[in-house]
């Protein structure tokens, strides 16, 4: 019967203990040995330090393998500590099972040293700041328009649905579908917002830190018409909430409701469901169970003439 392989024990030797003055002896990661090789050692309970941790390992083994190590320690210095080096199995000769370095280990709370993390390269693009600061309840339309990207798939291809919403009424003033996801996908959007509302001077146009909302191409358009761009914070999806409610109540409603065979099926369940659905027959809790067109009609009947 083949023998299976057997592990051997790689030991980094750090020297003396600050406060015990023991032995402290840092196990690093197994290497597999060839099989016919000494059996492997019993495992010992009770152990607590790192001293014992190492003598649990071979009840013959001699106190002198401390000193081989630390002569080794004394002959290499830190680097063995510092770049990862190890003792090598045959000046140690102690063998191990499979699995019992990380059980003696874990037993004995040693873990091994993490690498360095890199930090996150921070957005550099330069931004608008948040004006809406997760306060989207607004008395009038065309006070703040929020709005956001959100794609889908079909047999032939993703398909990408750009929608300008707006936060009283939650009428969607403006919206624009593409096959790719790019700065023109949002601006046709924000166009056709511009052109459908007269009073678009002043309104506040919120998004998240896309790169199609930071273009130069979205963000000239706003100004261009006086509105006011405005961001969030990056990778916070509350600072956008209502966008992505909308977007979650159309991923329930129409998207995941049957599997598209091309992007023009998709596209025209899209556009049924933005002008014909959600503006004139979709009843909001928010808006007293009424559509979003019934909804602003009343508040500018209600709104007094200047």
């Not at 046709?188 to 130069?216: E, K, Y």
């Not at 600072?239 to 409701?257: C, G, K, P, T, Y």
């Amino acid at each position: 019967m083949r023998a299976r392989p057997t592990l051997v024990l790689r030991a980094c030797w750090l020297g003396a203990g600050q406060d015990t003055g023991q032995p402290e002896v840092a196990f690093c990661a197994p290497a597999t040995i060839a099989p016919g090789r000494d059996a492997a050692v019993p495992l010992w309970a009770g152990f607590t330090g790192p001293e014992r941790v190492a003598r649990a390992w071979l009840g013959r083994w001699p106190a002198d393998h401390f000193d081989e190590a630390e002569h080794y320690q004394q002959q290499n210095g830190d680097q063995h500590y510092d770049r990862g080096g190890r003792l090598a199995p045959e000046d140690l000769g102690i063998t191990v099972g499979h699995g019992a370095v990380e059980m003696l280990m874990r037993r004995a709370a040693i873990k091994g040293l993490p690498g360095s993390r890199r930090p996150r390269p921070k957005h550099q693009t330069p931004t608008a700041g948040d004006l809406v600061h997760r306060q989207f309840t607004r008395p009038l339309p065309d006070q703040l328009w929020v709005t956001d990207i959100t794609e889908h798939p079909t047999r032939e291809g993703k398909l990408y649905c750009a929608v300008v919403l707006d936060a009283c009424t939650r009428r969607v003033v403006g919206w624009s579908i593409d096959a790719s996801q790019t700065a023109a996908l949002v601006t046709s959007a924000l166009d056709m917002a511009i052109r459908n509302r007269a009073a678009a001077l002043g309104v506040v146009i919120h998004s998240d830190h896309g790169v199609q909302f930071t273009s130069w191409a979205f963000t000239d358009r706003a100004r261009a018409s006086g509105l006011l761009p405005s961001m969030g914070s990056i990778g916070d999806c509350y600072d956008n909430a209502m966008i992505e409610s909308f977007w979650s109540r159309v991923q329930v409603e129409l998207l995941n409701q049957q599997r598209w065979r091309t992007r023009i099926e998709l596209a025209n369940a899209l556009f049924e469901y933005l002008e014909i659905f959600h503006n004139r027959r979709r009843r909001h809790s928010a808006l007293g169970m009424l559509t979003p067109i019934e909804y602003e009609l009343r508040v500018s009947a209600a709104e007094p003439v200047a």
